[in-house]
């Protein structure tokens, strides 16, 4: 048996992009995956699940071969079938439809199982070739993406790296320790040196232990929190007016605005003692050296797009983007420009072909005319990357129109999900380690390739493989369908001016990182004026702007609480699961324990609980049974469950999704996760 080190990059839907290091035992088996100290984001640091990736990559369930379904839908009978049968059979549901209603009544469905460039997008070539409805990617990014691009303009900002220099580290809606271990341990570094870590969540998560002050809002009401904070500044001479006459907007109504907005107002909103708010300002207000890392979390509310422009206002008025260990970070995303015309077939894009909105996947195949724009049902669902049963809002709904008979549904997976178990015809994907793919990050500045390192398990194919096969079928003949992916890598990386392939894998992915003055705005922002802007114009950001507040401030379209349901639930990711993958591995599940929800202390006592008696939460949509567990450091009104488990873990067969709400976020639409009211029962 061989033992030898290869080089990969984890393909999973996460900030870290990690390089890796993969022991390859032979030429079919791994061992051991380790982060590479060669990319110094990673720094030889992978987190628990990729470590022990031997589990799920060999894991006895994976799907090896095409199935087809034999008895009802979603109950999980199929029979073997092979390539030709399945891909047969999938053109010719996929070209009856067509012919029966027009293609818009095809949906192709995928969002980032992996996140390598040619195997999630080359399903958009597919889409736009065949004219198929598209699909708006609404389940992560649609709401703090306008959010930041609102002020800022573009998707940049300073290494992480720097915040060994900070004087003070803010992790603002992002649970780091469990979604993102690589920003962690650099804010680590920074504390090491000195730092004051503070964090801004509504529960006391693994980040938020290690924290030096822990600032719990209720959620979805960072708006208020951030203003308080903003008026504090201006009013204590902490605002720095040249900074602001250079390089904002509308610096003296933005302060003017904030008048009103008192730290005492935002106690109210927020449930933060007015003095805790004022410690806080008073401790970013000190130092330029501000590191303010935003996540997704906070985004994640109907107001979340507001909330997280809010939020980017701090530097602009503290002028930390001019130091360096000062400013903030969303994601790094614009750093790469990649020609994804190849990939993408974006030369074939007709626009009058609508787009549904992925997160309405419920309502859409509930047939509203709305979600649906007018147009056909979708009769025909074609998936890769995307396991909507479990993770897409109002599940009942999605799991009722997955089981229309009229509806043909052709799932791509490396497991049986509960999607997959709605399908009519199932294939077997390859894992990362068996295919070749390009990689870029949201939270490191390194473009990367990622090399077939294996064979091919069983009878699997890459996303790539099966719609160029389909392709052929169904008379598609763009021709992305004619190249392999590494030729798709190669000449993507050409026409976007990168090293080839080889090269990138040889030193360990190319870095893009902007110099110091780019990475902190003193050229300017990325809006057109070059400036910051605390008056966004939020039409432009998105079709439902109207109603938006002109300034920050606390936007009350969350589902606030009521007297029949009063508590407001929230749904972050667990460390050992990564959305609805790693459920299947033993090792994440017996970490992850069971689901369960976490609940104040004294509701605990006034209840008459204890740790693990289960408990009833629901609303108009549904309502589950888990556990509750009793901690301290969240509001008494604010529940919080994590993980996105499948739903046969839950005591009754309903998932977490069956609570939250399929309507779309302001200005773009984007999934409101852990914007939900709910009851609690302990009477089941
Ligand atoms: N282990 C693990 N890692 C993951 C994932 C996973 O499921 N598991 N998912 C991956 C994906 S797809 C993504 S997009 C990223 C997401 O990673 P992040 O950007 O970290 O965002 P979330 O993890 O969604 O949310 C993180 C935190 O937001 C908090 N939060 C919720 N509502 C509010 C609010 O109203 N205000 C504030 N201030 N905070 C709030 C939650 O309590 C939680 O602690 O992580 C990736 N990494
Ligand atoms: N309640 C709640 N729900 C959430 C969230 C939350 O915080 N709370 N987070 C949301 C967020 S941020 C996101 S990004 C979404 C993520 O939702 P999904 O994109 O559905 O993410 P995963 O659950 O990881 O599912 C990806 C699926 O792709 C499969 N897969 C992986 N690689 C490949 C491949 O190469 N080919 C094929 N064909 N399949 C592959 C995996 O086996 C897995 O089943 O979930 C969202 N849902
Ligand atoms: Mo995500």
């Known amino acids: 048996m061989c033992s030898e080190i290869v080089k990969s990059v984890c393909p999973h839907d996460c900030p870290s992009v990690c390089a890796l290091e993969v022991q390859k035992l032979s030429t079919s088996q791994i061992g051991k995956v380790n982060g590479s100290r060669e990319n110094p984001f990673t720094n030889g640091l992978v987190c628990g699940k990729v470590a022990r990736y031997a589990e799920r990559l060999h894991h006895p369930d994976r799907l090896l071969y095409p199935m087809k379904r034999v008895g009802k839908k979603g109950e999980g009978k199929f029979a073997r079938i092979t390539w030709d ?14 012919k029966a209603l027009g293609s818009e009544a095809i949906w192709p469905f995928f969002y980032a199982g992996t996140m390598g460039h040619v195997m ?17 990617g609404t389940y992560c990014v649609a709401l703090s993406s306008p959010g930041w691009n609102a002020g800022v303009g573009t998707q940049r900002g300073p290494n992480v790296l720097e915040m060994e220099k900070s004087d003070v580290i803010v992790i603002w809606g992002l649970n780091a320790v469990s979604s993102q271990i690589h920003l962690m341990t650099h804010a680590l570094k920074g504390v090491k040196n000195g730092a004051k870590l503070i964090v801004v969540d509504p529960y006391k998560n693994k980040t938020a232990e290690k924290a030096h002050l822990h600032l719990a809002p209720r959620p979805g009401t960072d708006g208020a929190l951030a203003c308080a904070v903003m008026h504090v500044l201006f009013k204590e001479g902490f605002a720095d007016r040249d900074y602001l006459a250079e390089y904002t907007d509308v610096p003296t109504e933005f302060e003017e605005h904030l008048k009103s907005k008192t730290p005492e107002w935002a106690e109210e909103i927020t449930g933060i003692p007015a003095h805790t708010i004022e410690a806080f300002a008073r401790l970013y207000g000190s130092t330029k050296k501000s590191f303010l890392r935003i996540g997704h979390g906070m985004t994640r509310s109907r107001n979340g797009a507001h909330n997280m422009h809010a939020v980017t206002c701090l530097p602009a008025v503290t002028g930390a983007w001019r130091v360096e260990g000062g400013g903030a970070l969303y994601s790094q995303g614009n750093l790469a420009s990649l020609d994804k015309t190849l990939i993408e077939g974006r030369d074939v894009i007709d626009e009058s072909v609508r787009t549904l909105d992925q997160s309405r996947i419920g309502e859409i195949l509930c047939g509203s005319k709305e979600a649906l724009k007018n147009g056909p049902p979708v009769k025909a669902l074609f998936i890769q990357n995307t396991n909507p049963l479990s993770v897409a809002p109002d599940s009942e709904a999605v799991r009722k129109g997955f089981a229309r008979e009229d509806l043909f549904t052709c799932v791509h997976e490396q497991f049986m999900t509960e999607t997959a178990q709605y399908a009519d015809i199932v294939l077997p994907a390859t894992m990362f380690l068996e295919h070749d793919d390009l990689y870029t990050a949201s939270g490191h500045g390194t473009l990367q390739v990622g090399k077939k390192v294996i064979e091919t398990t069983g009878e699997c194919k890459s996303n790539h493989e099966v719609l160029s096969l389909l392709a052929k079928r169904l008379g598609a003949t ?3 369908f004619e190249k392999t992916a590494l030729e798709l890598i190669e000449e993507t990386l050409k026409a976007s001016g990168y090293p080839t392939a080889n090269e990138l894998v040889n030193k360990t992915g190319e870095d893009l990182y902007v110099d110091f003055d780019e990475a902190h705005f003193i050229n300017g922002f990325g809006t057109a004026d070059k400036k910051f802007h605390f008056k966004p114009d939020w039409s432009a950001l998105g079709p439902n702007a109207k109603d938006m507040p002109v300034f920050p401030d606390h936007w009350a379209v969350i589902d606030e609480k009521t007297v029949e349901r009063p508590f407001r639930l929230i749904t972050p990711p667990s460390q050992n699961f990564l959305n609805s993958s790693f459920t299947e591995t033993r090792t994440s599940r017996l970490k992850e324990r069971c689901p369960e929800v ?17 408990v009833r939460i629901g609303n108009d949509r549904a309502s589950v049974v888990l556990n ?8 008494e009104d604010t529940l919080v469950v994590e993980g996105i488990w499948p739903s046969s873990s839950f005591v009754e067969g309903r998932g977490i999704n069956s609570l939250t709400s399929s309507q779309p976020g302001y200005p773009n639409n984007g999934a409101v996760y852990h914007d939900t009211s709910v009851w609690m029962k302990v009477d089941l």
């Open 85 to 98: 049968e399945a891909l047969d059979e999938i053109a010719e549901r996929l070209l009856t439809v067509e």
């Open 120 to 136: 999630r997008d080359g399903i958009k070539r597919l889409t736009h070739e065949k004219r198929y409805s598209k699909m708006q």
């Open 478 to 480: 763009h021709e992305g």
């Open 598 to 614: 976490l609940v104040n202390n004294r509701i605990m006592r006034k209840l008459g609980l204890s740790d693990g008696d289960l």
């Open 628 to 635: 509750a567990v009793g901690v301290n450091g969240q509001h």
